[in-house]
């Protein structure tokens, strides 16, 4: 059993930094991938991110490249996706998720958090 509580999230305007902050308690985060993912108004969830419970690779959606960055810290048990150069189009809620394995978190995570808001404005 993994928990997971999503913190960091806020009102931007378009072109500011925010970081997100993914804390996880259970005993075996360390072997678990994490990812992010976001749902805007009125639109399905989509993937931004994933990392292995090794965090030598990292995943991204082809619309955050360059712009987002995820990493995590198995000593604190906390994912962080860090986002630059922020867009209204990046508005939503922002979800964290895990599963046992980097392929697995990126289409059917067995686990949720609460969600997020990001706001940004233009």
């Known amino acids: 059993q993994v928990r997971l509580v999503e913190s960091g999230g806020g009102l931007v305007q378009a072109g500011d930094s925010l970081r997100l902050s993914c804390a996880a308690s259970g005993p075996t985060f360390s072997a678990t991938a994490i990812g992010w993912f976001r749902q805007a108004p009125g639109q399905e969830r989509e993937f931004v991110a994933a990392i292995p419970w090794s965090g030598d690779t990292t995943y991204y959606a082809d619309f955050v490249k360059g712009r987002f960055t995820i990493s995590r810290d198995n000593a604190k048990n906390t994912v962080s996706l860090q986002m630059n150069s922020l867009k209204p189009g990046d508005t939503a809620v922002y979800y964290c998720?895990?599963?046992?394995?980097?392929?697995?978190?990126?289409?059917?995570?067995?686990?949720w958090g609460q969600g997020a808001q990001v706001t940004v404005s233009s």
């Open positions: 998720a895990a599963a046992r394995t980097s392929a697995l978190v990126r289409t059917t995570p067995d686990y």
